[in-house]
């Protein structure tokens, strides 16, 4: 087994879209690991979101399948793995409506392929993980599953009109600032998954504890709300939305576009994988969240207003008291349809706990990201156009049709 500073790591799910962040992060930073990306590339998976660092000396690609349990065995005993971070997964929601088996298989099943191969090789180890539990925090091997602040529920939305702070910490969205309850999602709360991906995604958690508590695997669960930035599959609502508002194309609003998501940064959600990898507790759950709460329908029209502004289709009207005022034509694009089944009404992550025990905040004000990120779609169209060329028509018109 590798010694401390110079580490081998499994990073599944790397040629997605948080999973590249954290691969890039962790390439960039850390010369003298090796990071072996294992992904299936499912339709979510592009090696393009991962050209800048494809040749790098300590990074190797590997096509698999986390439930071929044989494969992934294989692999860790060659390159003698000590560490795993676990993104692979299916990811979209109404994809799991559709079709809850393939989020069970991968999700489930997958995690738990990993999670034994990662057991059977750590424990034929000369100095195996060692399992009395007072001392698994230092020990060399790490198994850290990334999930999702979604298996927790739905928040009830008590506030409407929003609460205004003190919740929260110093970086947050800037000028919106809000919060629509009273209540958030901490560590301690008992799971209430509701949509077939986070029921997955629950089990999958669950098994991570019990390899835990039965075995003493090494294990950290992290539990993150909304991400967004760049390389996001445009089947999720930002990009979909950029995407769209590009082309001119209808804005499918779900309900009445009231639900609420907080919403994080991508980066910033790679920055705090690094640190808990590094500096967290084994055993322990660490919320990861960006105290930035949004209605649906606020962020969408944030979202048609940069984009317009990027594209300069901005209008300048004159209002009745003679203002000149903005006023941005593609509003008109959006277009309220039937609910997601089963919609969930208000995420909001408390991540007071990672900021008071390791220090971690969001760094960028979400009126800062959403720009970048709109930024990052409308200077990168090929990247565009290769993910909706193909099968991504064809979702669409499924997805959408008769809403
Ligand atoms: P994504 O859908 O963009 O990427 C998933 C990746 O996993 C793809 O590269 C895909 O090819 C790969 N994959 C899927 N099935 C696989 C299999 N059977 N074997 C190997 N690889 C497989 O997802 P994402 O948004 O980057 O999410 C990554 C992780 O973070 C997931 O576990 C997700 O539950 C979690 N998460 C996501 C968010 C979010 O807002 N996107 C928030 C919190 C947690
Ligand atoms: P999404 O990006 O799918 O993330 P999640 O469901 O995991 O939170 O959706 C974010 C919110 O946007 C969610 O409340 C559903 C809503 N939404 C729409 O209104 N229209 C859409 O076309 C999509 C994809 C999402």
Known sequence: MTSFNKRVLLITGGAGFIGSHVVRLFVNKYPEYKIINLDKLTYAGNLANLKDIEDKPNYRFVRMDICDFEGVLKLMQEEQVDGIIHLAAESHVDRSIKDPFTFAQTNVMGTLSLLQAAKTFWESQPTPYVISHETTVNVPCRF???????????????????????????????????????????????????????AAKASSDHFVRAFHDTFGMP?????????????????KLIPLFINNIRHRKPLPVYGKGENVRDWLYVEDHARAID??????????????????EWKNIDII???????????????????????????????????????????????????????????????????????KTVRWYLDNQPWMDNVTSGDYQKYYEDMYKGR
Not at 178 to 184: D, M, N, P, S
Not at 275 to 292: D, Q, W
Request: net charge negative; hydrophobic share 30%.
């Open 144 to 198: 850290y599953h990334i999930s999702t602040d979604e298996v927790y529920g739905a928040l009830e939305m008590t506030h409407p009109e929003g609460i205004e702070p003190p919740f929260t910490t110093k970086a947050s969205s800037g000028k919106h600032h809000l919060a629509y309850g009273e209540k958030f999602f901490t560590e301690d709360l008992k799971y209430q998954p509701h949509s077939p991906y986070s």
């Open 219 to 235: 294990t950290i669960v992290t539990n993150c709300s909304n991400n967004y930035g760049p390389y996001q599959f445009p089947e």
């Open 275 to 292: 640190l808990i990898f590094h500096e967290g507790k084994v055993a322990e759950t660490y919320n990861i969240g960006g105290f930035n």
């Open 301 to 371: 029209k944030v979202i048609i207003q940069t984009v317009n502004k990027a594209l300069g289709r901005v209008k300048l009207e004159t209002s009745e008291t003679g203002e000149t005022i903005e006023t941005y034509p593609d509003m008109d694009l959006i277009t309220y349809v039937t609910d997601r089944a089963g919609h969930d009404l208000r995420y909001a992550i408390d991540s007071s706990k990672l900021q008071r025990e390791l220090g971690w905040e969001p760094s960028l004000q979400f009126e800062e990201g959403i720009e």
